[in-house]
């Protein structure tokens, strides 16, 4: 299940089918748009075929180190079964960093940076979603008016002191925990978002998804399941 929240409250409830036709959705995907970064020519991954293949010494002692691993090994018993993670409470941050939207910027900033993200959902007094703040557009490139406005220090100094209710994506999509992870990446693709906010139907914040949660589930055990 999909929602998107605004300064107002709740403006959609429903499938992934029908959260492009949101007006605002669209415009936030318009707007949006997460930069690719290419890797350069010369770095790229190993190519398995290539590599060598692992020299046994012969020497009696590696061998012996060997069958006491593999003997040890066998003592362990089974390896459990892993089962596959399909949903986004599988893998979303549960300790999620969230904003006031009367927070100034530069609190906003030292914030994000002390927990080392990028991005963190905004919630009213009563802690409900409205919002999604974006560590980026702190950047004073991305937040000054025009060029004069870096010409004095006390244009920096009102820029600091901006609300974060100023700097905030709103509208901005949420996704329950129970959604399918397929669904939540497709969100993320098609809106150009770093993360998502997790929210109980109530719009109360649970987690947050973001691409980096789903890229350590890739690499890590149990494996991931996102096209079954």
Do not use: C, K
């Not at 890797?39 to 061998?63: I, V």
């Not at 004069?148 to 709103?170: D, K, Y």
Request: proline share 11%; aromatic share 4%; no cysteine.
């Amino acid at each position: 299940m999909f929602y998107v929240y605004g300064l107002g409250g709740p403006i959609y409830r429903g499938p992934l089918e029908n959260l492009a036709q949101v007006s605002p959705v669209r415009a936030l995907s318009a707007l949006r748009r997460v930069q690719g970064v290419n890797a350069p020519a010369t770095e790229r991954l190993p190519d398995p075929a290539e590599a060598p293949a692992p020299a046994h010494s012969g020497a009696p002692h590696t061998l012996r180190q060997e069958a006491l691993a593999a003997y040890t090994d066998t003592q362990q018993g089974p390896t459990p079964a892993r089962e596959p993670l399909e949903r986004v409470q599988d893998v979303m941050t549960r300790e999620v960093l969230s904003m006031a939207p009367s927070l100034s910027a530069a609190e906003a900033w030292e914030a994000l940076a002390a927990r080392g993200v990028g991005q963190a959902p905004v919630v009213n007094a009563q802690g409900l979603l409205v919002g999604l703040l974006l560590r980026a557009d702190l950047l004073p490139a991305s937040l000054l008016p025009g060029p004069a406005a870096n010409t004095t220090g006390i244009a920096a100094w009102q820029l600091a002191q901006r609300p974060v209710s100023e700097l905030m994506l709103t509208p901005v999509p949420a996704v329950t925990p129970d959604t399918h992870l397929r669904q939540a990446a497709r969100v993320l693709l098609d809106m150009g978002l770093p993360g998502l906010p997790v929210t109980q139907d109530s719009g109360q914040v649970v987690g947050f998804l973001s691409r980096a949660d789903i890229l350590r589930a890739v690499v890590a055990d149990p494996p991931l399941d996102l096209w079954t």
